[in-house]
């Protein structure tokens, strides 16, 4: 079982930069892909990044690649999404997810065991 808390969303003007932090529960943190996914009002949940059990492999969506950052500490039980150049297409609930079946993670929801509660992000202009 791991129970997943995000933090880091508000309020930023375009261009400007948030950092997300995802705390995991739990010891064994490191047996689990994480990923990142949003959802914005009348969307479906979307795909943004995702980093194997160990940080060795990354994967972005096409949407925000050279914009955002994924990181993971297994020692903190953490998992980061650092985001700049930030757009008003970015506005949306942001989620952190944990799968054990995948090591290297997915990009559809479907395939994640442990969801956080979200945090929101907005991007005004």
């Known amino acids: 079982q791991v129970q997943l808390v995000e933090s880091g969303g508000g309020l930023v003007q375009v261009g400007g930069s948030l950092r997300l932090s995802c705390a995991a529960s739990g010891r064994t943190f490191s047996s689990y892909a994480m990923g990142w996914f949003r959802q914005a009002p009348g969307k479906e949940r979307e795909f943004v990044s995702r980093?194997?059990?160990?940080?060795?492999?990354?994967a972005y969506a096409d949407s925000v690649k050279g914009r955002f950052t994924i990181s993971r500490d297994n020692a903190k039980n953490t998992v980061s999404l650092q985001m700049n150049s930030l757009k008003p297409e970015d506005t949306a609930v942001y989620y952190c997810?944990?799968?054990?079946?995948?090591?290297?993670?997915?990009?559809?929801?479907?395939?994640?065991?442990?969801w956080g509660q979200g945090t929101q992000v907005t991007v005004s202009s």
């Open positions: 980093i194997d059990r160990s940080g060795g492999r990354i």
């Open positions: 997810a944990a799968t054990s079946t995948f090591y290297f993670g997915s990009s559809y929801p479907r395939d994640y065991d442990y």
